[in-house]
C-alpha cells in the first residue's frame, strides 16, 4: 500500500506530466480569414481549391465572399488577412496607403455584356462602348451590381468611356447584391447587365441570358492576391496569409485553375496569370 508521501509524489508526477503533454502539444490552427470577390464563390472555384490548401496546410480557411470594394475594405480595417480581389486601381490604393503587401497576379479572364436572346436594345456583336450607347438609347433595363465591386467599378468605367451617365435614369436599377443574385434578377426581368464571365457559365443554364458584347480589351478582369501588412495590421495571421497566397500562384494550382470549367462548362472559367508582366 503507497504511503500518504508517495501518494503525493504520484500525483505530482501525473500533474507534471500532463502539463509537459500540454506543453508539448502543438496550439490549434489558427483560421485564415479570406476576403475576396462573390465571382471566385459564385463560380464555384474556391470549393475546388480551398478544400487543397486546407489539406495541404493544416489551415482552416473562413471566406467571407462580398465585393472588392468591401473586401479590400476590410483589409484596410484589418478585418481579413489575405485578400483575392479584382478591382486593380482600389488595389493598388490599398497597397500605398500600407494596408496591402505582396500584390501578386492570379489569373484573369474577363467581363460579358447579358441579356435577353430576343435583344431589343440591339447589343449584339456591337463593342462595349457602342453597346451601352445602345442600350441609353433604347432606354432597356439594365441591372447594374451598385456594390462598388470591382464588377460594379469596371461597369462605371464603361459608362464613362461611352460618355454616358446613367445614374437616375429610371432604365438603370441597382441590387446592391452579388454576381449571382444580380445575373438572377437580370434574368427575372429580362434585363440587361455585366457579369464577369466566370459566374455566368457556371449559372448559365439557369438563367436564360445570352452573351451579346464580349472580346473588348476594355472587358479584360484581372484577379490579385493581396497579403494584409502585419505591420498595420498586427492580429493578422500572416503565415496563413503568406500560405495561402503562396498557394494560389504555385504551379499544381494554375494548373487547376487552367482546368477549371472545362469538364462542366466546356471551356476554362480563368486563366492562371502567376508570374506573368502586368
Not at 6 to 14: G, K, V
Not at 85 to 109: C, F, Q, T, W, Y
Not at 220 to 248: Q, S
Request: net charge positive.
Amino acid at each position: 500500500m503507497p504511503t500518504p508521501r508517495r501518494s503525493r509524489w504520484n500525483a505530482l508526477l501525473a500533474l507534471s506530466l500532463a502539463c509537459a503533454g500540454l506543453l508539448a502539444s502543438p496550439p490549434a490552427t489558427k483560421a485564415v480569414i479570406l476576403a475576396t470577390t462573390t465571382s471566385t464563390q459564385d463560380s464555384g472555384l474556391l470549393d475546388e481549391l480551398i478544400p487543397r490548401f486546407e489539406k495541404q496546410t493544416g489551415y482552416q480557411v473562413k471566406t467571407i465572399a462580398v465585393g472588392s470594394g468591401q473586401a479590400i475594405a476590410m483589409g484596410k480595417r484589418g478585418e481579413a488577412d489575405v485578400l483575392l480581389v479584382h478591382s486593380p486601381d482600389a488595389e493598388k490604393a490599398l497597397v500605398a496607403e500600407g494596408s496591402g503587401v505582396n500584390r501578386r497576379i492570379v489569373m484573369h479572364n474577363d467581363f460579358v455584356l447579358l441579356g435577353p436572346a430576343a435583344d431589343p436594345a440591339g447589343l449584339r456583336g456591337k463593342a462595349a462602348g457602342a453597346a451601352l450607347q445602345a442600350l441609353a438609347s433604347a432606354g432597356a433595363v439594365f441591372m447594374s451590381r451598385g456594390d462598388n465591386s470591382g464588377t460594379h467599378a469596371q461597369e462605371k468605367k464603361l459608362w464613362a468611356a461611352a460618355g454616358l451617365k446613367p445614374e437616375g435614369q429610371t432604365w438603370y436599377q441597382q441590387t446592391g447584391l452579388g454576381m449571382g443574385q444580380t445575373l438572377a434578377i437580370a434574368a427575372e426581368k429580362r434585363a440587361y447587365t455585366l457579369s464577369d464571365r466566370g459566374t455566368y457559365l457556371a449559372l448559365r443554364k439557369k438563367l436564360g441570358l445570352e452573351i451579346l458584347s464580349e472580346g473588348d480589351g476594355a472587358l479584360l478582369n484581372v484577379y490579385h492576391v493581396i497579403e494584409v501588412n502585419p505591420a498595420r495590421h498586427p492580429k493578422t495571421n500572416a503565415p496563413g496569409a503568406r500560405a495561402f497566397a503562396d498557394f494560389l500562384v504555385s504551379k499544381d494550382v494554375q494548373t487547376v485553375i487552367k482546368d477549371f470549367g472545362i469538364g462542366a462548362f466546356g471551356s476554362p472559367l480563368f486563366f492562371p496569370d502567376a508570374g506573368k508582366p502586368e
